[in-house]
């Protein structure tokens, strides 16, 4: 089963994608914040991470970053902005960090869930063929 980090400090907003993702039959793991979440994605080895970029104690940007310098053992594990910052210079640092996709608030779910549906796809499709993601 395919499992996927939500880490968003807006505890309602993070509620609405949990339930959304578990409706969808996808295990889903939370974290209030970068560092909370760079802290899971260690321990529990998601398969995709949906993140905020405005968060306390360490930003979504940095948690990216962080990942591609220290743990390149996770830089091919597909991350997607969900966040408020709608400008085209943060969407640019954004997808220039790594991530897979640079999605806006508010939040349109059916967007959300057709590139989740997609990245599971890829996914279960590579582990299907013997190939590492």
């Not at 806006?104 to 590579?126: Q, S």
């Amino acid at each position: 089963m395919i499992t996927v980090l939500c880490v968003e400090d807006e505890r309602d907003v993070r509620e609405l994608i949990v339930e959304e993702l578990e409706d969808a039959g996808i295990r889903v793991l939370q974290a209030e914040n970068g560092k909370e979440g760079l802290d899971r994605i260690l321990k529990d080895r998601p398969d995709i991470v949906i993140s905020d970029i405005t968060m306390p104690e360490m930003d979504g940007i940095s948690m990216l970053g962080e990942l591609q310098i220290n743990h390149p053992q996770f830089s091919n594990m597909p991350f997607v902005f969900l966040t408020a910052l709608a400008d085209r210079e943060k969407m640019i640092e954004g997808l220039g960090a790594g991530a897979e996709s640079y999605l806006t608030k508010p939040i349109d779910f059916d967007v959300l869930m057709a590139k989740i549906h997609g990245l599971v796809v890829r996914i279960e499709n590579r582990v299907a063929a013997g190939l590492e993601f």
